[in-house]
């Protein structure tokens, strides 16, 4: 054997041991540094098991070089690959643990974002009605089962406000004097209150009950080539369970309900209106502390604090 066989022989003997110990360091840095983008670090399990197959790597890099005897060769090789064994299923299981955590949190946040939504929709329904929010459940539900909407509808008839000056026949009708600046600026144009006082067009407010008004949809007439339909508030297509009243303020998935607030911001004389629904309680295994909610306190709006 020349001096180039018996080179490429002696680094042979030396892959495998390399291989363990690069692998082992790897895992190792890989085990102690946390991913920036999810916050995430390995678990322990990865980590020792990073550090059994690192001592492996020394000792076959050590047996290679003799300075192990046999017996011991054949006593802890064995010893440490068994504990590389049992840390890569640990290691698994811990993975497979935090992605079914993840899953079920996932599920979670889809669902109490719909019911949020559902009472966010029966909020501002209720406001429609009676000018303000409610911090009742029971005055809410109450409403939902009984309460009606009302609703502006123009029926069948499908005439537009006119465009013209108005007459001085119609001018006459609603009482306007042509003759002074503000009645001649008057009759410049017709608003939709004023054409509705003409019988130019139809302007009809009827009554809605709330849970078609919000989740159902409601047939007001029908016309000679259509139907006048009212659209449900909450888009049936893009629900992500079907509404049930009796699991109106129940959180899906977890124990517990969600709870309703009400007040009023702002200076007395023009007070607004706010609402704020949560889940006191939330379910938030990773510690993110982003409680879902809907509605403001503090500021008037309607929307949830969440992106999607």
């Known amino acids: 054997m020349d001096g180039y ?14 291989i363990f110990t690069i692998t082992g360091v790897v895992m190792l840095i890989m085990g102690l540094s946390t991913d920036e983008a999810t916050q995430v670090q390995q678990t322990s399990e990865f980590i020792f098991g990073g550090l059994a197959l690192l001592i492996m790597g020394f000792l076959m890099i050590f047996h290679v070089m003799g300075i192990f005897k046999r017996k011991s060769k054949f006593i802890l090789i064995p010893a440490l690959i068994a504990i590389c064994i049992w840390y890569g299923f640990m290691n698994y299981q811990s993975i497979k643990d935090r992605l079914d955590l993840e899953e079920e949190y996932m599920a979670y946040n889809t669902n109490v974002k719909q019911a949020l939504l559902d009472i966010r929709d ?44 108005m007459t001085l026949a119609q001018a006459d ?38 849970m078609d008004f919000i989740f159902n949809g409601y047939h007001i007439c029908k016309c000679d080539e259509w139907d006048v339909n009212v659209s449900p508030m909450s888009n049936i297509d893009k629900r992500k369970f079907s509404f049930e009243i009796g699991s109106l303020w129940s959180k899906r998935l977890k124990d517990g309900e969600f709870e309703v607030q009400s007040a009023n911001i ?28 809907v509605g403001d306190l503090t500021k008037h709006h309607t929307e949830g604090n969440w992106r999607d």
């Open 5 to 18: 066989d018996k080179i490429m022989h002696t680094a042979g003997r030396f892959v495998f041991p390399a």
């Open 122 to 165: 029966l909020e501002v329904a209720f406001r429609k009605t009676y000018q303000r929010y409610s911090n009742s459940k029971q005055e809410l539900e109450s409403f939902l089962t009984n309460g009606t909407v009302p609703y502006i509808t123009s029926l069948c008839d499908e005439r537009a406000i006119p465009d013209d000056r």
């Open 173 to 210: 009708s609603l009482g306007i004097d042509p003759n002074t600046d503000d009645g001649n600026r008057a009759m410049e144009r017709i608003d939709e209150d004023e054409a509705v006082k003409l019988g130019l067009i139809t302007r009809d407010t009827i009554e809605i009950p709330a």
């Open 266 to 293: 702002g200076d007395s004389a023009q007070a607004k209106h706010v609402f704020k629904v949560f889940d006191p309680k939330p379910f938030d295994p990773f510690l993110r502390r982003d409680t879902l909610i």
